[in-house]
T-cell receptor, first 114, second 112 residues
Framework: EPEVTQTPSHQVTQMGQEVILRCVPI?????FYWYRQILGQKVEFLVS????????KSEIFDDQFSVERPDGSNFTLKIRSTKLEDSAMYFC????????????FGPGTRLTVT | QKEVEQDPGPLSVPEGAIVSLNCTYS??????FMWYRQYSRKGPELLMY????GNKEDGRFTAQVDKSSKYISLFIRDSQPSDSATYLC????????????FGTGTRLKVLA
């Protein structure tokens, strides 16, 4: 069964450093998403991406965040200058065209900022 | 009032019990209602989605939506220890946005 994959599973970085989180969405899906989940809190939407551009973003997704689809399979989230409060699980998700209500999530990357 | 509210639990039930998990919401624009299961330190796994009001059944799982009360439920029949997880409800309007609004999740423990 096709699935969303994410790397790395755990990333530790120092405050102020840049990190890139990587995702491989399900191959025939056209919509891609990033969510985050701070420990003990609910899953929060960050951004959605379609046709090589951001289609929607939340208030959390400020100028320090960016997304990119560098090739036909990968989808990345970059955090330019990490803060302690960026420590969270980051989930990538994807959905097929016209089926945004069927989002499939990856296993997540645990980001720890020290 | 929070947009989506969900009792965090934990909810402990004996094996074989019928489990009822619920969410309430305040935004009447929500049209899609999803249930996800999340095991510890794993990604959310889509269980079911429902559009607008009504019931939907898939194996041991039944999802119900009551839009007049802004209340959704997930029922698990013949619960198993492997059902022990956190259950997340998520909601979205039918158009104009792709983002989900999640509840905080209910932790379920099914005791053998």
């Amino acid at each position: 069964e096709p699935e969303v994959t994410q790397t790395p599973s755990h990333q530790v970085t120092q405050m102020g450093q840049e990190v890139i989180l990587r995702c491989v969405p399900i191959s025939n899906h056209l919509y891609f998403y990033w969510y985050r989940q701070i420990l003990g809190q609910k899953v929060e939407f960050l951004v959605s991406f379609y046709n090589n551009e951001i289609s929607e973003k939340s208030e959390i997704f400020d100028d320090q965040f960016s997304v990119e689809r560098p090739d036909g399979s990968n989808f990345t989230l970059k955090i330019r200058s990490t803060k302690l409060e960026d420590s969270a699980m980051y989930f990538c998700a994807s959905s097929d065209y016209g089926r945004s209500y069927e989002q499939y999530f990856g296993p997540g990357t645990r980001l720890t900022v020290t | 009032q929070k947009e989506v509210e969900q009792d965090p639990g934990p909810l402990s039930v004996p094996e074989g019990a019928i489990v009822s998990l619920n969410c309430t919401y305040s935004n009447s624009a929500f049209q899609y209602f999803m249930w996800y299961r999340q095991y510890s330190r794993k990604g959310p796994e889509l269980l079911m989605y429902t559009y607008s009001s009504g019931n939907k059944e898939d194996g041991r799982f039944t999802a119900q939506v009551d839009k007049s009360s802004k209340y959704i439920s997930l029922f698990i029949r013949d619960s198993q220890p492997s059902d022990s997880a956190t259950y997340l409800c998520a909601m979205s309007p039918s158009s104009g946005t792709y983002k989900y609004i999640f509840g905080t999740g209910t932790r379920l423990k099914v005791l053998a």
